[in-house]
């Protein structure tokens, strides 16, 4: 098995040594295990050219009593990794053997080192405007709340008036209450006219 890394379709990097499949559009990486590395290395070594299904099978399991199921299962697997679910990438030729339909770059340097992730500005975006709607509907409320409470105006009585402590106006509600109780002003004493006991002592 050759053991350098090489691109399938510029978009596919491949690194036998470390087992490793990297989408490079992606980014995503998934390691195989040795079989599957070696199963998709045969393949790469003869793109666009049929691969018996007897030397699959004695290449990679050795002739295994149930290679032959192993090897579809396999191929099965190297298709949804590389995202083949037409069957065209990898092609099956009924009872004989699969073909990789492939451009196959060999010889490439290592791979590219991951590039640092920048921090999501969107997020932070959607954070500051959530603070700042946060605080908007903080002041509105307050502010509701401190409107209403100057709005219930308290009555006061100075002198004979009743007035609104916010305005000092006299309030005619109460005042027309207080002319029909008491039309002629005369204070109101609960005390009888009668002289008292006391007195007459």
Request: aromatic fraction near 6%; proline fraction near 6%.
């Amino acid at each position: 098995m050759n053991d350098k890394p090489f691109l399938i379709n510029n978009e596919f990097y491949i690194d036998p040594t470390l087992g490793l499949v990297i989408s490079q559009i992606t980014d995503i990486e998934t390691r195989l295990e040795p079989r599957l590395m070696h199963l998709l290395c045969l393949l790469a070594a003869s793109p666009g050219k049929l691969v018996g299904r007897e030397l699959l099978t004695r290449e990679v399991w050795d002739d295994y009593g149930s290679a032959d199921e192993g090897l579809t299962q396999a191929v099965s697997y190297l298709r949804r990794i590389l995202n083949d679910d037409s069957k065209e990438l990898i092609e099956t030729v009924p009872k004989k053997g699969y073909v990789l339909n492939a451009e196959i770059k060999t010889g490439l340097p290592e791979r590219k080192t991951k590039k640092p992730l920048k921090p999501n500005k969107k997020k932070a975006y959607w954070f500051i405007a959530l603070l700042v709607l946060l605080v908007i509907l903080s002041a509105y409320f307050l502010r509701n709340i401190n409107h209403k409470g100057n709005s219930t105006q308290e009555k006061v009585i100075i002198g004979d008036k009743l007035v609104d402590s916010n305005n000092n106006k006299p309030s005619d509600g109460l005042m027309k209450e207080q002319k029909t109780k008491n039309p002629d002003k005369v204070p109101d004493t609960s005390k009888s006219s009668l002289p008292s006991s006391d007195s007459k002592k």
